[in-house]
Structures are given as structure tokens and as C-alpha cells.
């Protein structure tokens, strides 16, 4: 490793190491939410902006860190500083940073392109449907550019050693957008003209899914138990574990969500046990199809500032579901009415509060702020469970 980089990987490392015995606690507190069961500590996915040396901090392009392992790491570990510094629950964690494209590459021929800034990477040249047709799922294989996000994931989880820190899965989108990434915007017009062959693409896209998700797995440590994201959050396998993007379905119609969305997702969390749903966008059907989806195990909005969030709560609440994201405060809204009001509408029937809430505060004396808050709406359940390894938590 470079000398400069080694020097932000060190400073990184020893901000997140600090903390190192706290981040389990703070899982279980989290599972126990997705679980239904009562933690000891509910969750705040708390992050806190880096100290001020982070000015200092590398910056680099999509291009430069795909093929540079270290550079690679030391760019996603820049997030994990304020995952740590927050305090609380949130789990601080890496992945490989391969773009939505990674799951497309299992198709022959489809590559991302690079780019020389910090724009993702993002499939230009698609698959024309005579290729699509002629293909089968026995086609779809690992190809080199997903074995390269698998040697980055299996070299972050080396290096993040004694950290207490995670390493997460590769961009996993669901079968629906998958699809359209391989396929372009022609799937739309087929959704009508020939839906024969959107169920022929969607079940070679779950193909692809199924066969990523099971080797990103096998090099993620401890994925048996517990599978982070996004560097704050943290579900159970029993419960399935992963992440699942609707962004191209909040396009649909109630119709093809019913007709090709339901069935695609329900196939993908069979395979997997179970996850949460992400989506961006304002589609209250889709909303609607998570609800009833019995292995949707929770949502996550990219827009949640569209929604009546109090009502959204509730309803996920009653299904015994997971709401997990930021939700923006009313203007003016003092902290512990924001945070009474939030966690009131997310209590499930047996008293459980059914929200995972993502905060940023910008100083450590913000952050100290909204955890005396927090615990104040929501106190530890068990005083002498909160010692040991859980001091900030």
C-alpha cells in the first residue's frame, strides 16, 4: 500500500477500531427490530461528519478505484469514520464498489462503463432481444469483472480485521432492473408488445441474482448470522438479509407490478430467506405489493419526503414490517417531538418499534444532543444489559 494511503487506511482504522466491541451489540439491537423482539437499546443509525484531517482525505474516480484494491477500500472506509463517530447503532461496513452493473455483467457481454470522476459506473451498450432470446440460464456465469468485486470484498474483509467492522454485498438491484439494464429501454415497450420474453429476461436476470448473491456470501464473514449494508445497517439471515432495489418497478404500472414485479421478487427472497425493499420515486402500488409480499421483511425510500411517513409507519407497523431510512423532520419540529411522533406510529402490537431512523448530525456536540434525546424517548429496556462493549450504544 502507497504511503499516503496507508496513512488515511491507519487514521480510518484506528477511528473505527475504537469503537470495535460496540458494533455487535449494536447489530443484535438492530436484528431484534427486524425480528420483532424488543432490544435493549432501540436503534439510531447515527452518523457524525469525519474529524476535520478528512479535508485531507484522497479523493478518486470510479476508474481509479476499480482496479486498485487499496484505493478501493481506503474510499469506502472514508464512510465508515462517520458510521463510528456517530455513536450509536449504526454498523460500520464496505463493499466493493462495482456500480448497478455488476449483477448485468453474469450476461456475456455486458460490461459498465468508467468513468474518470466520481460518477458510478453505468451501462451504455445493451443486449439487442435476438441475443436475450437465444440465451439460457445454464448461460449465465461468473464472468471476470464480478470476480474482481469478489477479490476486492475477500481483501476488505482482510484488511478491516480487528475493526469490528463488515464487509457488505456487491450493488444487488432486483430482477426487474437487472433486466432493464441489460436490456435498455426497449423493456418497456415489451412489457405490452411481448411479455413472453420479459418473463424469458426476468428469469434469466433472477438467475443472475441467485447465483451473486450465493458467492457473495461465501466471502462476506459471518454471513450466516448477519448481513450488513450501506455501512450503518444490519438484518438477520433468519430473516433472509438482503437488499433488494425496485427502482425501474416504481415506473410500472398496478398491472405489470402484479403481473411481472411481484412474481420476480418473490422468487428472489424464497432464494435468499427474505429482505428489505428499496425504491426510489413515489408508487404507492409498489408500496402496496411490499406490504402484502409476506418475506418483504421491510422498505426503504429513496424519496421518502413524497409520503405521509406517520401513515406509512403504521401500515408497515401492522404487517410486522421494517421501516429503514432518513424521514425528514416538519419545519421547526423540536427533536423529541420528531422522534415521539416517529417511533409512537412505528410500534407494532406487541409494543415493538418497527423503525431503523438514519440521522447525520455535523458536530460531536450535535450528535451527543440527538443520542440524550433519543434515549430519553427511548430508554434502555434493560439498565444492566447496557455495560461492556456498549458504551456508545
Known amino acids: 500500500m502507497e504511503a499516503n494511503l496507508k496513512a488515511v487506511y491507519e487514521e480510518i482504522y484506528g477511528i473505527v477500531a475504537g469503537r470495535a466491541g460496540e458494533y455487535e451489540a449494536a447489530a443484535k439491537d438492530q436484528c431484534a427490530v427486524w425480528e420483532g423482539r424488543k432490544p435493549v437499546q432501540q436503534p439510531l443509525l447515527l452518523h457524525c461528519n469525519p474529524p476535520a484531517?478528512?479535508?485531507?482525505?484522497?479523493?478518486?474516480?470510479?476508474?481509479?478505484?476499480?482496479?486498485?484494491?487499496?484505493?478501493?477500500?481506503?474510499?469506502?472506509?472514508?464512510?465508515?469514520?462517520?458510521?463510528?463517530?456517530?455513536?450509536?447503532?449504526s454498523v460500520p461496513s464496505v463493499r466493493a464498489n462495482m456500480g448497478c452493473g455488476i449483477y448485468p455483467s453474469l450476461f456475456k457481454g455486458i460490461v459498465s462503463e468508467l468513468f474518470d470522476d466520481e460518477r458510478m459506473p453505468w451501462i451504455i451498450k445493451h443486449l439487442d432481444k435476438e441475443t436475450l432470446q437465444k440465451m439460457k440460464p445454464s448461460d449465465i456465469k461468473l464472468t471476470d469483472e464480478f470476480k474482481l468485486g469478489l477479490e476486492h470484498m475477500a481483501y476488505q474483509a482482510e484488511k478491516l480485521q480487528g475493526t469490528?467492522?463488515?464487509?457488505?454485498?456487491?450493488?444487488?438491484?432486483?430482477?426487474?432492473?437487472?433486466?432493464?439494464?441489460?436490456?435498455?429501454?426497449?423493456?418497456?415497450?415489451?412489457?405490452?408488445?411481448?411479455?413472453?420474453?420479459?418473463?424469458?429476461?426476468?428469469?434469466?436476470?433472477?438467475?443472475?441474482?441467485?447465483?451473486?448473491?450465493?458467492?457473495?456470501?461465501?466471502?462476506?464473514?459471518?454471513?450466516?448470522?448477519?448481513?450488513?449494508?450501506?455501512?450503518?445497517?444490519?438484518?438477520?439471515?433468519?430473516?433472509?438479509?438482503?437488499?433488494?432495489?425496485?427502482?425501474?418497478?416504481?415506473?410500472?404500472?398496478?398491472?405489470?407490478?402484479?403481473e411481472f414485479t411481484v412474481p420476480s421478487l418473490k422468487?428472489?427472497?424464497?432464494?435468499?430467506?427474505?429482505?428489505?425493499?428499496?425504491?426510489?420515486?413515489?408508487?404507492?402500488?409498489?408500496?402496496?405489493?411490499?406490504?402484502?409480499?409476506?418475506?418483504?421483511?421491510?422498505?426503504?425510500?429513496?424519496?421518502?419526503?413524497?409520503?405521509?411517513?406517520?401513515?406509512?409507519?403504521?401500515?408497515?407497523?401492522?404487517?410486522?414490517?421494517?421501516?429503514y431510512g432518513v424521514i425528514p423532520r416538519k419545519q421547526d419540529e423540536e427533536l423529541k417531538s420528531y422522534f415521539t411522533r416517529l417511533c409512537r406510529a412505528a410500534t407494532d402490537s406487541n409494543g415493538c418499534c418497527r423503525l431503523l431512523l438514519v440521522m447525520n448530525a455535523s458536530t460531536p456536540e450535535q450528535a451527543q444532543e440527538i443520542k440524550r434525546v433519543w434515549k430519553e424517548v427511548n430508554p434502555v429496556s434493560n439498565p444492566s444489559q447496557d455495560q461492556g462493549g456498549r458504551r456508545g450504544a
Open 53 to 89: 484531517s478528512s479535508k485531507e482525505w484522497p479523493k478518486f474516480s470510479t476508474r481509479e478505484i476499480h482496479f486498485d484494491k487499496d484505493k478501493m477500500l481506503v474510499s469506502q472506509m472514508k464512510g465508515m469514520a462517520s458510521a463510528a463517530l456517530g455513536g450509536m447503532q
Open 164 to 258: 469490528g467492522a463488515y464487509v457488505y454485498p456487491l450493488d444487488l438491484q432486483d430482477a426487474i432492473d437487472v433486466a432493464h439494464l441489460v436490456y435498455g429501454d426497449n423493456f418497456f415497450y415489451d412489457l405490452y408488445d411481448d411479455p413472453d420474453f420479459i418473463n424469458h429476461l426476468l428469469d434469466l436476470a433472477c438467475t443472475a441474482i441467485e447465483l451473486g448473491a450465493k458467492e457473495c456470501l461465501k466471502v462476506i464473514p459471518d454471513s450466516d448470522k448477519i448481513v450488513t449494508h450501506y455501512n450503518q445497517l444490519a438484518m438477520p439471515r433468519s430473516g433472509g438479509g438482503m437488499k433488494f432495489s425496485e427502482d425501474t418497478s416504481t415506473l410500472l404500472s398496478p398491472e405489470h407490478i402484479e
Open 267 to 323: 422468487r428472489q427472497l424464497d432464494f435468499t430467506g427474505g429482505g428489505y425493499v428499496h425504491f426510489c420515486g413515489y408508487n404507492t402500488h409498489l408500496l402496496d405489493a411490499c406490504i402484502a409480499t409476506e418475506k418483504v421483511r421491510g422498505v426503504n425510500f429513496g424519496n421518502p419526503e413524497k409520503y405521509d411517513m406517520e401513515e406509512v409507519l403504521r401500515r408497515l407497523a401492522k404487517a410486522n414490517k421494517v421501516f
